[in-house]
């Protein structure tokens, strides 16, 4: 399989952060009152350390991700000071962890996008990863560590900050516990949030989408309203989206997946939502629908959506569904994937196939930190339980709607003019890491889908 992959790529300081050090850190530089008025006023920007505090605090509290942009220097140099040597520095951005996984799960060929490519960067990434580069007066494909860089340029860091079910830290008299592991993730990287895309990138995709099986596409969450040199947010969407449609004008073959990211713009997710007329399929996790700007104010099915309550779940993917050009939505959560779809989009049994890959993948790489290749995947369920709660809510789609139980625990069902199959996630007790999981089952899911795809067209 040749896939695109665009458009970040970064490096991610990966921390594990401990209640009583966050405790300390506010109290020993007098921040107390400053970041408890942060968090009862959040900007969900970051401005200043009591901004990176409030944020990584009401993300603990509510066991849930988040990801804030870096606006100042001096905070990027703090975080940098405290937490980067100790960390573990691993590939970001969801370009970038995408495209590995593909590689280690045995695609041909995966070309990214690398506006801020470095050496430390190209070490990171895998084996069949490849980015265009203008060799003797041709357009080529090598891989990042043979393309000539003389010097290392500056890269994007994703300070990254792991939390456990359980942990609790006391800021004055108010104390914050975690009821769900998850993650905060504070990033620096101006050339990644505006989506800057390597013309060489540019130009070979345009040239060649004949040639590719697929596309994933991610980053748009980074987006800001407006840059520096004048442009905004639309001028980017606009642009990037154009040359998807042409993509898909040369190859309308051509399968375009999006995942979504967490926006803190609504402004911004409206009008790319609006614009996906290039693009067959949305992935997002339960946050990220329960904030997507679609949904309107249905304070209801937000809060059933927030509960992983598997209706809920549905019924705000068919409305992303209505609302678009899209065929496609796919919600992972921690406890279950569902997938919605148009009838005759995909076999039902075939997406259930690549959603179980999939959950495996994620599973495979929660337990070990590391993509163990395919082969131990295709045999890692041995020794893992399905998620019960997740069970519990796939079943429920038997109870609500017409349908059948497949094998490996999925579900099928029809909901009005969609088709929906659910897959319980495999429980690691004791995940490594939680950061790149819905990465991890997104790419290998994708993988899936298009060589089920090409063994029904051969």
Same mark, same amino acid.
């Given at each position: 399989m040749r896939i695109i992959c665009g458009y970040t790529v970064n490096l991610d300081s990966v921390t594990t952060i401990r209640g009583d050090l966050v405790a300390?850190?506010?109290a020993d530089r007098g921040l107390t009152e400053r970041v408890l008025e942060r968090v009862s006023s959040p900007r969900e920007k970051i401005y200043d350390v009591e901004d990176f505090f409030s944020g990584l605090l009401l993300s603990m509290e509510r066991g849930s991700g988040a990801e804030w942009l870096i606006f100042d220097h001096k905070v990027f140099d703090f975080l940098k000071e405290h937490f980067f040597e100790e960390s573990r520095v691993i590939l970001g951005g969801n370009s970038g962890n995408m495209a590995n996984v593909l590689s280690d799960l045995g695609a041909e060929e995966i070309v990214i996008n690398t506006e801020s490519h470095s050496k430390a960067l190209g070490d990171l990434l895998g084996c069949s990863v490849r980015i265009p580069k203008r060799m003797d007066g041709r357009l080529v494909l090598v891989h990042p560590m043979d393309a000539g860089f003389e010097v290392d340029r500056d890269v994007g860091i994703h300070f990254v900050f792991n939390f456990n079910r359980g942990t609790r830290v006391m800021v004055g008299d108010m104390a914050f516990v975690v009821p769900h592991d998850d993650r905060f993730i504070a990033t620096y990287d101006p050339a990644n949030i505006a989506l800057v895309m390597n013309p060489e990138f540019e130009e070979y995709c345009e040239r060649f989408a004949p040639n590719f099986d697929g596309a994933i596409l991610s980053g748009f969450h980074l987006l800001l309203i407006e840059y520096s040199d004048g442009t905004t947010y639309k001028d980017k969407i606009d !642009?990037? =989206? !154009?040359h998807v449609s042409s993509w898909k004008n040369r190859n309308p073959h051509l399968f375009v997946h999006l995942e =979504?990211?967490?926006?803190?713009?609504v402004v911004v997710e409206s009008y790319l939502l609006d614009r996906l007329s290039g693009v067959d399929s949305l992935g997002m996790n339960e946050i990220e629908l329960a904030r997507c700007s679609l949904l309107g104010d249905d304070a209801r099915l937000r809060s059933h959506i927030d509960n992983l309550d598997i209706k809920g779940i549905v019924e705000g993917a068919s409305g992303v569904?209505?609302? *678009?050009?899209?065929? !496609?939505? %796919?919600?992972? *959560?921690?406890?279950?994937?569902v997938s919605v779809f148009k009838s005759g989009f995909i076999d039902p049994s075939d997406e259930a196939q690549a959603l179980e890959f999939g959950v495996r993948a994620a599973a495979s790489y929660a337990e070990t930190g590391r993509h163990l290749g395919r082969d131990r995947i295709e045999q890692f369920p041995h020794g893992f339980s399905l998620s019960r709660g997740g069970r519990v809510?796939?079943?429920?789609?038997l109870k609500l709607y017409s349908g059948c139980e497949l094998a490996g625990g999925s579900c099928f069902a029809e909901v009005e003019d969609y088709c929906v199959v659910g897959v319980p996630v495999l429980r %690691?007790?004791?995940p490594v890491t939680t950061v790149g999981l819905g990465d991890t089952f997104t790419a290998a899911t994708f993988l899936r889908e298009l060589e089920l795809a090409k063994n029904k067209s051969s």
């Open positions: 300390g850190m506010i !642009r990037l =989206l !154009r =979504l990211g967490y926006f803190n713009s569904l209505s609302l *678009t050009d899209l065929s !496609r939505v %796919c919600v992972h *959560t921690g406890e279950f994937v809510e796939v079943l429920e789609l %690691c007790e004791t």
